[in-house]
């Protein structure tokens, strides 16, 4: 399966914006219809990853949701990762834009190839969108990430 063929299928099905960010890592903007009527956009990053899976390669995705502080209430934030079903929320070392360390939450999950589909990757990045952008919404005040 090659992803950018795959990311571009669904991309274009799904009228997502698509873009290459560096040589083989991508960009998905999803956007998301509110309750109210507005959109909001999501960041999905995925690329591939060599022998990640006892061996073998995988298709990783992840989303920021901002930079994890002591004042994050953890609980309830573990708790809103029982919404997710392909994905999963985590802490990971990071850098801010001015390049200084940090650890920050995002969304993540690793899709081993030999194991997916197109529908599965495309049910991938929708978990992924979605959870981030509640988490993004909740815990850090909304598309400041």
């Known amino acids: 399966m090659d992803l ?22 991508f960009r998905l903007d ?25 061996g073998k ?7 920021r949701c901002g930079e994890y ?8 934030l573990f708790k809103e ?8 929320v985590i802490i990971t ?5 001015d390049g200084t360390p940090c650890e920050t939450v995002v969304v993540h999950a690793v899709q081993p190839i030999e194991l997916t589909s197109e529908t599965i990757l495309n049910e991938v990045i929708w978990d992924i969108a979605t959870n981030a952008d ?8 909304g598309d400041t990430n």
């Open 30 to 54: 999803v956007p998301m219809k509110q309750k109210d009527g507005t959109m909001r956009y999501q960041f999905v990053y995925a690329w591939l990853i060599k022998e990640r899976y006892m």
């Open 93 to 97: 070392t990071d850098k801010r834009t």
């Open 134 to 141: 509640i988490i993004e919404q909740t815990y850090f005040g």
């Open 57 to 63: 390669d995988v298709f990783y995705f992840n989303s």
């Open 4 to 25: 950018k063929i795959t990311l571009t299928n669904i991309a274009e099905r799904w009228k997502y914006k698509l873009d290459e960010t560096t040589p083989g890592i």
């Open 81 to 88: 990762s029982s919404y997710c079903t392909y994905c999963s």
């Open 69 to 76: 502080n002591l004042n994050l209430n953890l609980y309830q």
